[in-house]
Every structure is written in C-alpha cells, then in structure tokens.
C-alpha cells in the first residue's frame, strides 16, 4: 500500500506529468477556460504502456513515472479501479479510456484481456475509413459513459483512412456539495474577467465552516464533496492578479496548512467543456515512438509499422447549487448569515481563478476558469 500511495501521487499536483501536460495547454490557452483529467489521460496512456515494447515503452515509463514491472503496473491500476468502484454513487465522476483500432489492422486478444480486467477499459476495432460511421460509434461510446454529458469528441473531419489507432479518453464529473448552496441565495452578480472587462454571472452564495488560507497574494479554500472525501480547492488571487502565481501555488498545496473558519463564500455557477488533441504535448514531454510508424506496439495490435494516431482527451465539469439532498445540512455546518459578521470570513470569487477536484490520493481535474459566460473550448494541435 504504501508503493501504491506513492505511485498514484504521480497524479497529484506533485506530479512532473500533470503540472507539464496542463503547462502545455496553457502555452495557447492562458486567456481560455480550461479543465482536463489529468488521471484519465495517464489511465490510457498506461493501458497503451501495456501493449508496448522497446524503446516505446520505455518512453511511455520514464515520462508517466512508472514501474518496470508490467504485472505490478496493472494491480495498481486494478487497485484503483476497485477504489474508484466502492465510492459512493453521490458525487458522479467518469473516467472512460477505449482504443479504436482500424479494422484492417485489429487488436491483440490477450492485450484486451488484461487491460479490460486491470484497466476496465479496452481497444476497438472499427471500420476508420468510414468516416461519418466511426465518429458516430466513437461519440456514441462516450456519450454513453457519461451519462450523455461528453458529446462530439471527434468530427469525421478529424479521422483520416489511414489512421491506426485513435485514442480517446473522456472524463465527466457532477459534485454535489457536503453543504449546499441555497438556489434563493443564488443572485446576479459582476465578475471582473479583467480590470477592464466584466460580464454578469449567477452568484451562489452560502455561509458555513471551511478550511481556508488568506496570504497577502491569495485566499485558498477547499470546499468538501458529499459522502466522499471529495472536495474541490480553489485558488484566488487578489485584486484581480496573476493566474501564473495562483497556478504555482496549487501546484504545492500539500505543503499548505489550512485553517477551519466561519466563511461567508460567494462562487460562480459554471460549466466548463474543453476538448484536445494531446499528441504534440505528449511528445514535448518525450513520448515520441508510439506516435511514429516504427513504434513497437506488438503486444497491442496484430500489425507491424503501426502508430498511434491520436490522442482526443475531452472533459467537462459542471458545478451549481446542488448539494447531498433535499434536506438543509446539520446547523454545525450550515448556519445561515452570522449574528457577528465581524468573525466571517469572505470568500468572494469575483475575477479569475484556478482550481482542482481531488481525494487524499488522486488528482481527477485541474483546471482554470477565466470567464464564467462562456463554456467551451477545443485546443487542437495534431499531428498530420
């Protein structure tokens, strides 16, 4: 256990391969709204370590910071799935990993076997070369493990005939809060985008006990997740200032020590969908073999100078006033506005900010969110 805890804080905002992948993304996005699993992304691209060899392989090892031992790979991964498994079905979260592979080419039998047992995912084969068909199987699979939220994750226009292997991973995640916001609170609100643009947005507005950090560049606050150890942090810095600084700050919250108070929060309601194409950052960061047509993927696919054609990673996030039911949480938790405003803290998220989504182990979603009015975004730079 302890080896598992220490390979799964690869995921965490510790981790060289979360902290370079969303870097990357924001090398062209830094003014966009931006969310993305950075666990899902290293549950496919780790399935596809699988089926790889050589010097592909070791590739696909050094930048995931992965073990050698394949069979240790996959009971960790297993033991993360059954984790995942026994949680609670309140705070919806879906992580979907699934390889399509032309037809023509086919899939190893033996590397659907094990990934589907350890990885709870597998590989594909479809007809590629019908465009129209194949992003119509492939949108319908995520709509699918969504719950019909991830919709148009590829357009035929992005698949070509020839391609080899398409990989697609899609993550999704509805929390409902431990204490909720009150919907009558809820009031149109400014937020300032920047100091010389602000657009109106749906204010949510609660007051109750949270952890949370003031320093004089920033406020932290980790706002917890029902029946989970779920919670969401978010990091504001002040008077408007540096989303690059806020960024480096989430990066080390582990090292920092909040403090439980009486808080006054005010959030935006928001939904974010931000859609990628990961290829060229994945072989920025040194994953560059498996995208090449001497890559060795034998153990994956039933054809020699084959490749990975692409990587699609979508993920959206929506988050409103919807807590753990019905009912108002417990009056240690939710007390209304206090009778001595003076011993209130104030949490207003009124500008710009960065956030994650995360458990004691895991990172599931890193992202940024510039201005609440808008939603979507696609950040394409794939390989031709």
Request: aromatic fraction near 10%.
């Amino acid at each position: 256990m302890k080896y598992l805890y220490w390979i799964l804080l690869t995921t965490s905002v510790l981790s060289q391969f979360t902290n370079k992948l969303y870097r990357n993304f924001l090398q062209d996005n830094n003014q966009h709204n931006i969310i993305f699993s950075p666990l899902c992304v290293e549950i496919g691209m780790s399935m596809i370590l699988m089926g790889a060899e050589g010097n592909t392989a070791n590739e696909l090892r050094k930048v995931l910071n992965l073990p050698e031992d394949k069979k240790e790979l996959a009971n960790l991964y297993d033991e993360l799935w059954t984790k995942l498994e026994r949680r609670k079905k309140v705070a919806i979260l879906h992580l979907a990993n699934r390889l399509f592979v032309n037809k023509t080419i086919g899939v190893n039998e033996r590397f659907n076997k094990l990934v589907n047992k350890y990885f709870r995912a597998e590989a594909e084969a479809i007809k590629l070369a019908d465009r129209s068909k194949a992003a119509r199987a492939i949108n319908d699979w995520v709509l699918d493990q969504t719950l019909d939220n991830v919709k148009d994750i590829v357009t035929p226009s992005d698949l070509t005939p020839d391609e080899s292997a398409v990989m697609i991973n899609a993550a999704f995640f509805k929390g409902y809060w431990k204490t909720r916001f009150e919907k009558k609170n809820t009031k149109p609100k400014i937020f300032y985008v920047s100091k010389n643009y602000t657009v109106i947005v749906n204010m949510m507005s609660q007051e109750g006990r949270f952890k949370m950090r003031t320093s004089p560049f920033d406020q932290i606050i980790e706002l917890p997740f029902a029946y989970s150890n779920l919670s969401m942090v978010i990091v504001l810095p002040k008077d408007n200032g540096s989303l690059t600084r806020a960024e480096a700050t989430i990066e080390s919250y582990s090292q920092i020590v909040l403090t439980e108070m009486d808080v006054h929060v005010q959030l935006p309601k928001f939904k974010i969908d931000f859609r990628t194409q990961l290829v060229e950052t994945l072989k920025s960061m040194g994953i560059k073999d498996l995208f090449n047509s001497s890559s060795d993927i034998s153990s994956l696919l039933n054809q020699t100078g084959t490749r990975i054609s692409q990587v699609v990673h979508k993920a959206l996030i929506e988050i409103d006033e919807e807590g753990a039911s019905a009912g108002s949480a417990s009056a240690s938790l939710f007390r209304g506005l206090s009778d001595d405003p003076a011993s209130v803290a104030s949490f207003t998220v009124s500008s710009p900010f960065v956030f994650m989504i995360r458990d004691n182990d895991n990172i599931y979603f890193r992202g940024r969110m510039v201005d609440p009015s808008k939603k979507s975004k696609s950040f394409n730079r794939r390989i031709i």
